[in-house]
């Protein structure tokens, strides 16, 4: 079965400086999707950016981007410029088929 | 669009009762899916479907029942509530894009369960 494993629960960064956040999944398919999503306190589940595994060139989404290493299934999130906006729970999620399966979580917290 | 509806927002129930939990889509989207969310944990798939008609269990099945008759519907039953499916859940779904399964999950608002 596929997992994703996001090894950082929390952490924090000083505004207008650079995070990445970490994450790792397995899976014994070659044609899948991966996903970053926010959730703010509201709840509200966005989508941040996605990557396509036949791709090899990293997504990149304004001050969002990824390091995508498919042979070592790692797929980190690295937010440039840190705003107070970016504060919320961050997930990590793989697809393939019809299911989503996502990782559990990192918060972040920006300190101003 | 109304996008992914989730009804009720909030509920309490009692060990034992029975509930179903209401989602529905305007969007024509194939692909529906129930997570729950847990502190921690992060959100775990409970069933999903690729279709009306169709439905598969998640990582974490028990306890829950699903139907898809229509498109639009895919309703979560618990059957006997338990304490531990005190949790928030959230319905999404997505559009299965000619064999790639690209396309961006929308997910509901959320239903916040406490079963006492």
């Known amino acids: 079965a596929q997992t994703v494993t996001q090894s950082q629960p929390e952490m924090s960064v000083q505004e207008a400086e650079t995070v990445t956040l970490s994450c790792t999944y397995d899976?014994?398919?070659?044609?899948?999707?991966l996903f970053w999503y926010k959730q703010p306190p509201s709840r509200q589940m966005i989508l941040v950016i996605r990557?396509?595994?036949?791709?090899?060139q990293n997504a990149t989404e304004n001050r969002f981007s990824v390091n995508f290493q498919k042979a070592a299934k790692s797929f980190s999130l690295k937010i440039s410029d840190s705003q107070l906006g970016d504060a919320a729970m961050y997930f990590c999620?793989?697809?393939?088929?019809?299911?989503?399966?996502f990782g559990k979580g990192t918060r972040l917290h920006i300190l101003p | 669009n109304a996008g992914v509806t989730q009804t009720p927002k909030f509920q309490v129930l009692k060990t034992g009762q029975s509930m179903t939990l209401q989602c529905a889509q305007d969007?024509?989207?194939?692909?529906m899916s129930w997570y729950r969310q847990d502190p921690g944990m992060g959100l775990r798939l409970i069933h999903y479907?690729?279709?009306?008609?169709?439905?598969d269990q998640g990582e974490v099945p028990n306890g829950y029942n699903v139907s898809r008759s229509t498109t639009e519907d895919f309703p979560l039953r618990l059957l006997s509530a338990a304490p531990s499916q005190t949790s928030v859940y959230f319905c999404?779904?997505?559009?299965?894009?000619?064999?790639?399964?690209?396309?961006?999950?929308?997910f509901g608002p959320g239903t916040r369960l406490t079963v006492l």
């Open positions: 899976t014994s398919e070659s044609d899948y999707y």
């Open positions: 999620a793989y697809q393939d088929q019809g299911k989503i399966i």
């Open positions: 479907s690729v279709g009306a008609g169709i439905t």
């Open positions: 990557q396509e595994a036949y791709k090899q």
């Open positions: 969007m024509n989207h194939e692909y």
């Open positions: 999404a779904s997505r559009q299965r894009t000619s064999g790639k399964f690209r396309n961006e999950q929308f």
